[in-house]
T-cell receptor, first 113, second 110 residues
């Protein structure tokens, strides 16, 4: 069981480019959560997805950010036209349902230059 | 929304010492978890503990849901315990998301 896999581990983008972050949940987990961690801060919830459905996107910025979890393949967090303030660590977690059994991936550290 | 406060914000210990970390939350929850973020940034789930007491080796946790707080005990601390400890709660409106506290940064010196 490989756990929650996130890639890339590190991503550098210039201002205005697009960033795509991938998350493959643990085997048997159909619930995926994305969190953002700014430097020296705790994690902030962004979005909760199940296969092909967005369940809760209350933490997603209104513009430039989107997430999907297709029937096949990993969950994708997409940030369009990145700005310096998007620089952060983005963590994905998966579970079998609810909040029990949360398992986090190792995160993607996005740097916008 | 629900507020999660952790204390102390920073803690420095000598190896072998014991410590208690506290998490207060402002509303009823149906989920509470403790995580350890190591110096390499990895998040490790320590306890799922919406109520009661659990122990795992040198670590134990207690949540008193009626008084809205949880405690994480670390005994005989080791340098590998260093990192940030986060408390996270799931609101009763639960959609599965967790609300994180700001964390306690622990440094264990040899």
């Amino acid at each position: 069981n490989a756990g929650v896999m996130q890639n890339p581990r590190h991503l550098v983008r210039r201002r205005g480019q697009e960033a795509r972050l991938r998350c493959s949940p643990m085997k048997g987990h159909s619930h995926v959560y994305w969190y953002r961690q700014l430097p020296e801060e705790g994690l902030k919830f962004m979005v909760y997805l199940q296969k092909e459905n967005i369940i809760d996107e209350s933490g997603m910025p209104k513009e430039r950010f989107s997430a999907e979890f297709p029937k096949e393949g990993p969950s994708i967090l997409r940030i369009q036209q990145v700005v310096r303030g998007d620089s952060a660590a983005y963590f994905c977690a998966s579970s079998t349902g609810g909040s029990n059994g949360y398992t986090f991936g190792s995160g993607t550290r996005l740097t916008v230059v | 929304g629900i507020q999660v406060e952790q204390s102390p914000p920073d803690l420095i210990l000598q190896e072998g010492a014991n410590s208690t970390l506290r998490c207060n939350f402002s509303d009823s929850v149906n989920n509470l978890q403790w995580f350890h973020q190591n110096p390499w940034g990895q998040l490790i789930n320590l306890f799922y503990i919406p109520s009661g007491t659990k122990q795992n080796g040198r670590l134990s946790a207690t949540t008193v849901a009626t008084e809205r707080y949880s405690l994480l005990y670390i005994s005989s601390s080791q340098t590998t315990d260093s990192g940030v400890y986060f408390c996270a709660v799931g609101p009763r409106s639960n959609t599965g998301k967790l609300i994180f506290g700001q964390g306690t940064t622990l440094q264990v010196k040899p």
